[in-house]
């Protein structure tokens, strides 16, 4: 068992009779009244989101996980094949269980999170950074501009990215796995 203070983002927790990871949370000190914990919890099971405030000294009942890497080999349909670095086998996962699949590139090493007590996986946790080619975007259009003037790309994953104008086919840029965001353009 935790307590609320042991709360931190990725840590997955048993709740409402279901596993939820922990995707986002904040300690809230109010001048009047006890303290708590905002947090919003992501069902390892369904993908659904939910919000949930934690009372100061709640205890949680957290879930012992393994972290392992593993590469991510194809898509089939809605289902991701991905193989052990380590021992070379093989599983699939779904991709409701992915949370960035549109900027999964064939050959990236990702973290799978296993519950230790049944060996399921839990997560994903992709790289805080991807590198991916443009493979199609509109020119820019010169004059158009006030500030920070966007234009929807198309990536090699058949992901679209908002880039700046200044982006042209072909040019390989890194794209923010958490948020789906333009980062930089990348040189060779």
């Known amino acids: 068992m935790a307590s609320t203070s042991d709360i931190r983002k990725g840590l997955c927790i048993r709740y409402n009779n279901d596993i939820y990871k922990i995707i986002e949370f904040l300690h809230v000190k109010p001048g009047k009244g006890p303290a708590f914990v905002r947090t919003k919890l992501k069902s390892v099971s369904s993908g659904k989101v939910l919000d949930n405030t934690f009372s100061a000294g709640h205890k949680i009942e957290d879930v012992r996980v393994e972290t392992r890497s593993y590469q991510f080999l194809y898509p089939e349909g809605d289902t991701f094949h991905f193989m052990n670095t380590d021992d070379y086998n093989q599983i699939t996962l779904q991709e409701s269980s992915l949370d960035a699949p549109g900027l999964l590139k064939e ?21 805080a950074s991807v590198v991916l080619e443009v493979t199609y975007t509109e020119p820019g259009v010169k004059g158009n501009t006030a500030t920070n003037a966007t234009k929807p790309a198309k990536v090699e994953t058949g992901a679209e990215v908002n880039v700046p104008l200044f982006i042209n086919e072909g040019d390989k840029i890194k794209v923010d796995t958490e948020k789906g965001s333009y980062m930089e353009r990348v040189k060779e």
Not at 107 to 127: A, C
């Open 107 to 127: 050959g990236t090493v990702v973290k799978i999170m296993f519950n230790t007590e049944d060996s399921m996986p839990l997560s994903v946790e992709m790289p």
